[in-house]
């Protein structure tokens, strides 16, 4: 498993989908956002539009070892983007309508890091290739209000977890790639 990480358009899916596209012809796309406005509807036609028409796309963000497990195909690359969406979407949708200043955040990670250890046993299981596309949240200031915070904080575990399972990680900073491991 490899983990590249970094800002926002900061270069890292053009990354992944470079080393994805060099390691296997055939590439399983996994896409974890999720249609809320007409913005987003836009980004996401967009970016299924910029992907070559051979690769395989899965949309969704749950339980993401058991699709790893059950739907990539020998000689296939996998890419997944983003963690950090997949993060949003869980936390949302675990929360339920509570109110974000009502949240339980310890309760919530329990949800998300379970979804996150299934993901890690299943990449330790593949034989494919797999590129995790991840947003670095943690170099600015403290975020201004709660939920922001423990999303932030959240999102750095996961991170952490992720870069210790990765074979390798790469910082990728203005389009520039640095391997940190």
Known sequence: MILITGGARSGKSSLAERLAAQACDRVFYIATSVVTDGEMAERVALHRATRPAHWRTWEGYRDLGTVLD?????????????????????????????????MDFS?????????????????????????????ELGMGIVPENRLARHFRDIAGRVNQRLAAAADQVFLVVSGIEVKIK
């Open 107 to 135: 309760q919530l990670e329990v949800g998300i890091q379970q979804q996150i250890t299934d993901l890690l046993a299943a990449c330790a299981r593949s034989s494919a290739p797999i590129y995790l596309v991840t947003n």
């Open 70 to 102: 059950q739907q990539v195909a020998a000689g296939e690359a996998v890419m997944l983007e983003c963690i950090t969406t997949l993060i949003t979407n869980l936390l949302f949708e675990l929360a339920g309508d509570t109110p974000p200043e009502q």
